[in-house]
C-alpha cells in the first residue's frame, strides 16, 4: 500500500460547481499535512496547510480526520483558474515530505 | 515566502556525461532538503532527504552511486546525475525546509533534464 493515495482523476467539473478531493496515508504517527498545488510543468506552490480542527481559506476548506487517516479539500464556486493537479502532502518521521499522487483538476467554462 | 532557487531550470547532456544540479535557499537557512523527480504526469517521487552535513538518506530503489547528493552548507544542496542514460531524462525538483515538521517545504523551479 502507498504512503499516500489519491484518486487522480481527472475531475471535470464546470464553474462555479463544487469539487472536493480525498487523500489517504497509511502512517498512523504522520504529524502534518498540507495541500499543494501544481500548475503544468511548474514547481508544486503551498495551497493551504490542513489542521486538525479544520480550516478555512476563502474558497478552499481542508479537513483532517486522523481516526480514517485522510485529509481533504473542498473547493466552493470553483474558477477556471483552479484547473490544475492538486497534491497532498503528509510529514512523517524524520520530517520527511511525501506527495500523493495527485488529483487533477479541469474547472470548465 | 520562502525562496529556493534551483539551477539550471533547463539541461540538455549526452548520454554517458555527468549533471550537476544545484537547489540554493535564498532567505533561510535549509536544514533539511529534499530532491525529487517528476515523470510526465505523474506525482513527485522523493529520491532522497540530506541534513546539512550529514549524508543524504536516499529513497528505496535509488541508486546513491548514481544520484551524487551533497549537501555542504545550509543554504546550498546539489545533485549530481553521474554517467546520464536517456531513462534518467526527467523533471528534477528540489525542496528545503528549516526542520520542524509543521514547517512548509518551499520548492525549487524544477530541472528539466533531457539525456541524448
Known amino acids: 500500500r502507498k504512503e499516500v493515495e489519491q484518486d487522480p482523476g481527472p475531475f471535470n467539473v464546470p464553474e462555479g460547481a463544487t469539487v472536493a478531493f480525498n487523500c489517504t496515508y497509511s502512517?498512523?504517527?504522520?504529524?502534518?499535512f498540507f495541500w499543494y498545488r501544481q500548475d503544468c510543468r511548474k514547481e508544486p506552490k503551498l495551497l493551504m496547510s490542513?489542521?486538525?480542527s479544520g480550516n478555512e481559506d476563502g474558497r478552499f476548506t481542508a479537513q483532517l480526520n486522523r481516526a480514517s487517516q485522510y485529509i481533504s479539500l473542498l473547493i466552493r464556486d470553483s474558477k477556471l483558474s483552479d484547473s490544475a493537479t492538486y497534491l497532498c502532502?503528509?510529514?512523517?518521521?524524520?520530517?520527511?515530505?511525501?506527495f500523493g499522487t495527485g488529483t487533477r483538476l479541469k474547472v470548465l467554462a | 515566502g520562502a525562496v529556493v532557487s534551483q539551477h539550471p531550470s533547463r539541461v540538455i547532456c549526452k548520454s554517458g556525461t555527468s549533471v550537476k544540479i544545484e537547489c540554493r535557499s535564498l532567505?533561510?537557512?535549509?536544514?533539511?532538503m529534499f530532491w525529487y523527480r517528476q515523470f510526465p504526469k505523474q506525482s513527485l517521487m522523493l529520491m532522497a532527504t540530506?541534513?546539512?552535513?550529514?549524508?543524504?538518506?536516499?529513497e528505496q530503489g535509488v541508486e546513491k552511486d548514481k544520484f551524487l547528493i551533497n549537501h555542504a552548507s545550509l543554504t546550498l544542496s546539489t545533485l549530481t546525475v553521474t554517467s546520464a542514460h536517456p531513462e534518467d531524462s526527467s523533471f528534477y525538483i528540489c525542496?528545503?525546509?528549516?526542520?520542524?515538521?509543521?514547517?512548509?517545504?518551499?520548492f525549487g523551479q524544477g530541472t528539466r533534464l533531457t539525456v541524448v
Open positions: 525542496s528545503a525546509t528549516w526542520g520542524t515538521a509543521n514547517t512548509e517545504a518551499f
Open positions: 502512517n498512523s504517527a504522520s504529524q502534518s
Open positions: 490542513v489542521y486538525s
Open positions: 502532502v503528509v510529514v512523517s518521521g524524520t520530517y520527511k515530505y511525501i
Open positions: 532567505d533561510f537557512q535549509a536544514t533539511t
Open positions: 540530506s541534513n546539512e552535513g550529514s549524508k543524504a538518506t536516499y
